[in-house]
Nanobody, 121 residues
Framework: QVHLVESGGGLVQAGGSLRLSCAAS??????MAWFRQAPGKVREFVAG????????YYADSVKGRFTISKDNAKRTMSLQMNSLQPEDTAVYYC????????????????WGQGTQVTVSS
C-alpha cells in the first residue's frame, strides 16, 4: 500500500523558516517533489529531487530560499524553507512520480494529504 505522509507545517512570521518532511512507503519512485496550492489557485510545482543521484530542481519563485533533500535509507524527503513570505502561504503536498524530473502535477501518481503553511506579514 502506498503512503506519503507530510509533517512540519505551521504558522510563521515573514522572514522565518519552516522544515517540511515527507515519509514514503510502499513504492519505488524516480522523482519526488513538493507542490503547493493556495486558496483559489492551481497547484504549483515547488521543488523536486531525483531519487537516484539526488539532483534537485526548483521553481524560480523559491530558488535560493528553499532546499529540498532526501534520505534514501529512511525513505524520507524534506523541504527547508527560509525567508518565508506571505505569498508562500499554501497547503504543501509531497508527491512521487515514475517520470524523471517532472514539474507537472498530472505526472505525479502518488500524493500525501498535505500540510498547511501560513506566513503572516
Amino acid at each position: 500500500q502506498v503512503h506519503l505522509v507530510e509533517s512540519g507545517g505551521g504558522l510563521v512570521q515573514a522572514g522565518g523558516s519552516l522544515r517540511l518532511s515527507c515519509a514514503a512507503s510502499g513504492f519505488d519512485s524516480v522523482t519526488m517533489a513538493w507542490f503547493r496550492q493556495a486558496p483559489g489557485k492551481v497547484r504549483e510545482f515547488v521543488a523536486g529531487v531525483r531519487w537516484s543521484g539526488g539532483s534537485a530542481y526548483y521553481a524560480d519563485s523559491v530558488k535560493g530560499r528553499f532546499t529540498i533533500s532526501k534520505d534514501n535509507a529512511k525513505r524520507t524527503m524534506s523541504l527547508q524553507m527560509n525567508s518565508l513570505q506571505p505569498e508562500d502561504t499554501a497547503v504543501y503536498y509531497c508527491a512521487a512520480s515514475s517520470y524523471d524530473g517532472s514539474r507537472s502535477a498530472p505526472l505525479y501518481h502518488y500524493w500525501g494529504q498535505g500540510t498547511q503553511v501560513t506566513v503572516s506579514s
